[in-house]
């Protein structure tokens, strides 16, 4: 096969050529040559869409798979393999024993059913399960399967496989994050109904522990010239310290946060300038709480905040320090009142 410049455009020719041989003596030799450009341009062009499928797969992070059902073989594009963390295409099949086995134990059992009902009963379907590589990694997926039918014979099931971690994972923090509201609603109700301030301060330190995570939360009150702490609760790994009174005017970072009026946040203790022991403590926020306390975060990793989280703290602060402020002027409403 050669390639033979023709009027300005390549074309392809196969050649053949054979001799003639008479009495063992070659007397000539016959050769034929044959236009085979078209058939070499639907070659390129078929690889040329086979590769922009590849392509549009791996980008879509979608993978096409068949199983014929008489010869009992899966095929799979190079998408599925890497979904399947299986490298590239070019080593043997996988069986499907082996693709049904690759998913969570727990999931195995519905894909199964749902691929034998594909196959004896022609029903397809659309599932969101999870894989497990050979490392023990999970990833989800939705797989969907088609079954293709000769008469009443389903003789093969085709579909497509679609790595959606990343939108379980965003869904996952969504719901989180939902969470989270919703316990920030419940508390400002039950705030309403408070009668003290330190019973406000309460209120933030109990729904602040039971809905994040943080390896310290604290909620310190401010009597005088010092910052008292009120609730503390500890859960990180390590030395945590309790915390302690802290005076106003110091350089602690709860004194800063009530200086600036904001959220102050360290994501490595060691940077910090001061003789206070942190212990395993690594990444604070302090948060204040008006002019009446402040609230302190605290994780034994060096690790940035997530500002969703810290943005619900600080509405909760703002509505504690509203709450705090308004029985203080009733408080002296009432005094004044008993003057008269």
């Known amino acids: 096969e050669e390639q033979v410049p023709l009027k300005g455009k390549m074309t392809y020719w196969t050649t053949r050529i054979a001799p003639v041989v008479v009495e063992g003596t070659v007397q000539q030799i016959v050769g034929t040559s044959r236009d085979i450009t078209e058939q ?50 070019g080593g043997p099949p996988p069986s499907l024993e082996s693709a049904i086995g690759s998913y969570h134990p727990a999931d195995c059992s519905a894909i199964r059913e749902a691929f034998t009902d594909a196959v004896t009963k022609g029903e397809p379907y659309d599932l969101e399960l999870r894989l497990r590589d050979e490392s023990g ?58 009668e003290r301030p330190e019973e406000v301060l309460r209120r933030l330190h109990e729904v602040i522990d039971s809905v994040f995570d943080y390896d310290l939360s604290n909620t310190g009150f401010i009597d005088g010239d010092m910052i008292e702490p009120v609730d503390a609760s500890i859960s990180g790994p390590g030395n945590v310290p309790s ?76 509505y504690g ?15 004044e009142r008993d003057l008269l």
Not at 291 to 315: C, K, N, S, W, Y
């Open 40 to 89: 070499r341009r639907r070659k390129e062009e078929l690889e040329r869409k086979n590769d922009l499928f590849e392509k549009a797969q791996e980008i879509a992070d979608v993978g096409a798979w068949e199983y014929d059902v008489n010869a009992d073989e899966l095929r799979w594009t190079n998408q599925v393999y890497r979904i399947y963390a299986r490298g590239d295409a």
């Open 137 to 194: 990694e999970e990833r989800w997926v939705r797989t969907r399967g088609q079954p293709q039918r000769d008469g009443e014979e389903v003789i093969q099931v085709r579909g497509t496989i679609r790595d959606i971690t990343a939108r379980k994972r965003r869904e996952k923090t969504l719901r989180a994050q939902r969470k989270k509201v919703e316990a920030l609603y419940e508390t400002t109700k039950a705030l309403l109904s408070t």
């Open 243 to 318: 915390p302690e009174p802290r005076p106003v005017g110091g350089e602690s970072l709860v004194a800063r946060a009530l200086r600036a009026g904001e959220t102050v946040v360290v994501q490595d203790t060691s940077a910090l300038n001061n003789e206070i022991d942190y212990g395993s403590l690594r990444a604070l926020a302090a948060v204040p709480i008006g002019r009446t306390g402040v609230i302190i975060l605290g994780r034994t990793e060096a690790t940035q905040f997530r500002p969703f989280d810290l943005q619900l703290v600080e509405v909760l602060a703002s």
């Open 321 to 335: 320090s509203a709450v705090i402020n308004q029985l203080r002027q009733e408080k002296r409403l009432r005094e």
